[in-house]
């Protein structure tokens, strides 16, 4: 499908579009890249959205002077800080309706049981962790809804993971990205980071598949 391919190439060129939006946007890139962190983040039937590769492609751009690299972290840090928030309170109201039904044509009630999954191994700190794992980050601070953790906890591991989450990726970003050897090579990178982050929820697939296989 022809969006499908424009995605792809979206993802792959994040820092060519970046540099586009900056010009033909100016401040109000800040506000668009919020949304978007928001959106990942905080909406559960916007898992797809750009995370990770998205971050280092922002800090591989503030390196040139296009983007004010505090500013986007403030600002970033907040959003996905913010999108969590939402997410738990989608959770709490309206999650235990979701686990009831079998089907759902909003969500993937398997992204639901892996995530939940991935709390009984990690615990509180999963939302901390679910941070670096693409779909289970978006579906975590709904879980944690779902499961009325205190939200004083919550909120402590939402910050912790959503401010390190935001600094970690665009520093690497502004640091790494306009390497000579990693500029001329983007896309690889993007593809790397994209395959480090969904590795953590490929093995876990697996595993949960093997165990569910009769001796």
């Not at 390196?63 to 500013?71: E, R, V």
């Not at 049981?113 to 289970?136: D, L, Q, S």
């Amino acid at each position: 499908m022809e969006w499908i391919q424009q995605f792809i190439e979206l993802v792959l060129h994040l820092d060519e579009h970046l540099v586009a939006l900056v010009r033909d946007y100016g401040a109000w890139t800040y506000a668009i890249l919020c949304l978007i962190i928001f959106c990942e983040t905080g909406l559960v039937v916007t898992p797809f959205l750009p995370g990770d590769s998205l971050l280092f492609a922002v800090g591989a751009v503030a390196a040139t002077g296009a983007l004010d690299p505090q500013t986007v972290c403030l600002l970033l840090a907040i959003a996905a800080i913010s999108g969590d928030n939402v997410n738990y309170a989608a959770g709490y109201w309206i999650g235990p309706v979701v686990f009831s039904r079998e089907n759902s044509r909003l969500l993937n009630k398997q992204h639901l049981v892996r995530t939940h999954r991935f709390y009984e191994k990690y615990g509180a700190k999963a939302i901390i962790f679910a941070r670096y794992v693409p779909i289970v980050r978006t579906f975590a601070p709904f879980v944690a809804g779902v499961g009325r953790m205190a939200y004083s906890r919550f909120l402590t591991f939402s910050v912790a993971g959503g401010v390190t989450w935001i600094v970690l990726l665009v520093s690497a970003g502004y640091f790494f990205g306009n390497i000579p050897v990693v500029k001329d090579n983007f896309s690889i990178v993007i593809l790397a980071i994209i395959a480090i982050s969904v590795m953590p929820a490929v093995i876990e697939f697996w595993r949960a598949r093997s165990e569910a296989r009769p001796a």
